[in-house]
């Protein structure tokens, strides 16, 4: 692969961390799993995770409560995981993972972003080439 | 990411904390079986649609089989 491109993605990626644009995604982890398994991170692995995971990118406590009080709330919105599968420019597969209370609102977008560059969504189930697979890394190992 | 932890996760969570081992992230992804290559250029192309289907607020996670790792 370019050295180039390896570079820019490089510098892109940096940017993205300060621009805390992951925020949103993390506390919408943390949502879900408080709503599924309780909000005691002690009793709930899915939660603790979340939680963990959001605090390696520095997500502030005070983000990181609200995202656990969210789970409670009146107005806790309904959060469905849904998958869609779709091609892209040059054939390329694509797997995206969605969360959303709004369905409509997410397959629309996904749809519209693929169109948008001559590609389609494809079939629920056709891109068997994409295995889930659990991963953990160790970014920062005190021993 | 939302994840189901299984018990193994669970499981080596448990062993990294009694050796004081200190988790900074852990998750589920999906790899892609097959890789394929792709040119400079159409990475680019590429990386548009990933870089847009990202930004969305509803997409949790983006998994592709090019041979570049996103």
Redesign the interface.
């Known amino acids: ?2 050295r ?3 570079y820019r ?1 490089a510098a892109k990626e940096k940017r993205w961390d300060k621009m805390s ?1 992951i925020f ?2 993390l506390a ?2 943390i949502t ?2 408080a709503k ?1 398994g309780g909000q005691d991170p002690d009793m709930n ?2 939660l603790r ?2 939680i ?2 959001a ?2 990118q520095n997500m502030p406590k005070d983000n990181i409560e609200s995202a656990i009080k969210r789970a409670s709330g009146k107005d806790a919105a309904d959060f469905t ?1 849904i998958n869609y599968e779709g091609k ?3 054939g ?9 209370d ?1 369905s409509t ?2 397959v629309a ?2 749809k519209s ?2 169109n ?2 001559g ?1 389609s969504l494809v079939p629920t189930g056709s891109l ?16 | ?6 018990p ?3 499981h ?2 448990q062993r ?1 904390r009694k ?16 890789r ?1 290559e ?1 040119t ?1 250029d ?9 870089d ?2 990202e ?14 790792k ?1």
């Not at chain 1, 390329?92 to 959303?100: G, K, M, N, S, W």
């Not at chain 1, 068997?128 to 021993?143: D, H, K, L, P, T």
């Not at chain 2, 050796?19 to 079986?33: H, S």
Request: glycine fraction near 6%.
């Open positions: 692969m370019g180039a491109f390896e993605r644009r949103p995604k919408k982890a879900m799993a599924d692995a899915a995770t979340a963990q995971n605090k390696a995981e892209g420019p040059h390329v597969l694509v797997f995206v993972e969605c969360a959303t709004n609102r997410t977008n996904v972003y693929f948008k560059v590609g068997n080439s994409c295995s889930a697979e659990s991963g953990f890394r160790i970014s920062q190992g005190v021993v | 990411m939302p994840m189901p932890i299984t193994i996760l669970e080596c969570h990294w050796r004081k081992i200190e988790v900074t992230k852990a998750n589920l992804e999906r790899i892609p079986n097959f394929v792709f400079e159409q990475l680019v192309e590429i990386e548009k649609l990933i847009k289907l930004e969305d607020d509803d997409v949790q996670g983006v998994y592709n089989e090019t041979l570049h996103h």
